[in-house]
């Protein structure tokens, strides 16, 4: 996930192929030996929470199916993982099936290797639209990083694309960058997160920290990218999809709890 391996070929997922119904009662278990509350242990103040989630806590309370979109590039097209059932979309459904086991969440990954912010955002009021999504989870900023997208455009079309993704009466999630020790010196993707952070702030939105999770799991030890070995390699990468799912996961229950009460899971 961290080195932007190309071993695996980019593909785009229409709704029909990428729909997936997922029942709380039939999460699949953790791998073995894999302990999210501790290995994917943050901060509180990276955790991320506060502002609400209210038409996925409105989906809870009435008792219907909770459809999420996800759309990005590489990782989340599930670039770096051993399967499409070991990336963060599909593993958020199963820890979402965990926290509320009597709800049904829908998948739609829409994500595409290799797509600015601008082409995601084009893509809203058609593919996204006909989705009809409870919550959008916007993975982006990498992509303009690495092509030099003007800092001025790219913010503008963040807030633009959250104001688009709000008329479809949809929550919106952001996630920015991932956190990579090897790519610090080759690529500055810290006034891209600088942007994203203002466009959610000021649109109300909600950010996963993704970059700042990651970097403090290497700090830690928790996950290390040095070992040459193609094994641990691939054991980290399956490991960090693994923690991104838990996180988002948790932060999607505090701020449905934070809008809606308890209630929202009975």
């Excluded at 600088?194 to 950010?207: G, K, N, P, T």
Aim: hydrophobic share 45%; with cysteine.
């Amino acid at each position: 996930m961290i080195r932007n391996r190309r071993t695996r070929p980019g593909y785009g997922l229409g709704l029909a192929a990428a729909l997936f119904l997922v029942l709380g009662g039939t999460a699949v278990a953790a791998a073995e030996g894999f302990d999210p509350t501790t290995t994917c242990a943050v901060p509180e103040e990276i955790a991320g929470a506060g502002l609400p989630l209210p038409h996925v806590a409105a989906k809870l309370k009435a008792r219907e199916a909770v459809r999420i979109v996800v759309i990005g590039s590489g990782s989340s097209a599930g670039l770096g993982a051993s399967s499409l059932a070991e990336a963060y979309p599909m593993r958020l459904t199963r820890e979402l099936g965990r926290l509320f086991p009597d709800a049904k969440f829908e998948l739609v990954n829409l994500s595409k290797r290799g797509q600015l912010a601008s082409e995601m955002e084009a893509r809203f009021v058609t593919e996204v639209a006909a989705a009809h999504p409870a919550l959008v989870i916007w993975q982006t900023g990498t992509v303009d990083a690495v092509k030099g997208v003007d800092l001025a455009s790219f913010g503008q079309v963040l807030e633009t694309g959250i104001d688009k993704l709000r008329a479809l009466d949809a929550d919106v999630i952001l996630i920015n960058s991932q956190y990579s020790p090897h790519t610090l010196t080759a690529l500055d993707t810290e006034p891209y997160r600088d942007y994203l952070r203002w466009a959610v702030q000021s649109r109300s939105a909600i950010l996963f920290n993704r970059y700042a999770m990651m970097e403090y799991w290497v700090e830690q030890g928790v996950i290390d990218f040095s070992s040459p070995s193609k094994v641990d390699q691939a054991r980290n990468d399956d490991l960090v999809h693994g923690c991104i799912a838990y996180r988002l996961a948790r932060q999607i229950e505090s701020a449905v709890k934070s809008g809606a009460g308890d209630d929202a899971k009975e």
